[in-house]
């Protein structure tokens, strides 16, 4: 029997109408997309139509639509293509300390291309107060980067109230909103970006994939160079069938956006429920309310998150801490958070999606719970004196 799945904010299997809609363009629909005969013409139309698909879900222009291999990608393009293109104006950049290596890691490389990064902090909760962000503006500020959802806790970012400051100050804005896209409202124009990032492998669309919107009047440099593809933008020929995966993804997401929002929250409240019924101590990690609808990242006193899920075949999750050649190091995230260490290695982070049932949901609360008791008991005894 397969294990239940609740690891959706890691990846999201590939919905089954988006790999309907991409299969015809790994057979019959197999023309260059820059080609001017019919073949390449109904490739470059499924390129349109995903474009204008993903700017529907983000509330903006398909021109300000690029497609790209995925959110690394994008993050990549959007900070180090702004960076460079508006350096005569200030080497100065912001973010946070809670971000993905995606944009943590181009961020190293820039400061040592000369560039100075800010890494403004978060509260408990992994909440950022956008007055911290305002208070580190200097006149050489040139780019701010704050990730929309955090992929471990779930907290959502006030982006408005930031994307107000970088407005006033004239300062580009860009969010990593990989986790973010398809689970709640992510529309350009309300959070007030300049450049927003999509990975098409958390929206159910496969790997590989993703898009960055940029804003236009944004002045940020080519980051892939060639033939010129993508307005300029992006050089390589289209991966048009996993563009128009993409495409239909971002299109059931605008559909279902409401009705599956509310319906994973209520499970995911329903899951909070059941493991605090069943196991003691259960310590919510993340913001209360500000959080992604389908993210319970909690710990378990006096369990090892990672021995716990190690122990619990039955379910497919994650933890809140990672191992690297076999020394345990606490999560980024949850360090930053200033979550303690008993607590922070306890963590697991459980994320639900679009195929989640109550059944499991049932299940895996059981399933934990009977094994947090039998490694608490084991711990308890060892402690013991003989």
Known sequence: MQPIYLDYNATTPTDPAVVEELLPYLSEVFGNPSSSHPYGKKAGEAVELARTRVAALLGCDSAQVIFTSGGTESNNQALIGAAFANRD????????????????????????????????????????????????????????????ANNEVGTIQPLAEIGAIAREKGIIFHTDAAQSVGKVPTRVDDLRVDLLTVAGHKLYAPKGIGALFIQSGTKINTFMHGAGQEGGRRAGTENVPYIAALGKAAELAAERLAADGARILSLREHFHKRLRDLADGVMLNGHPTERLPNTLNVSFPGVVGADLLAQTPEIAASTGSACHEGSGELSGVLKAMGTSREQGFSAVRLSLGRFTTVEQIDRAAEVLAAKIRELRAARNSSDKPA
């Open 89 to 148: 104006r200030g080497k100065h950049i912001i973010t946070t300390t809670i971000e993905h290596p995606a944009v943590l890691k181009p961020l190293q490389w820039l400061e040592g291309q000369g560039f100075t990064v800010t890494f403004v902090p978060v509260d408990g909760a992994g909440r950022l107060d956008p007055q911290t962000v305002r208070r580190a503006v200097t006149g050489e500020t040139v780019l701010i980067s704050v990730m929309h």
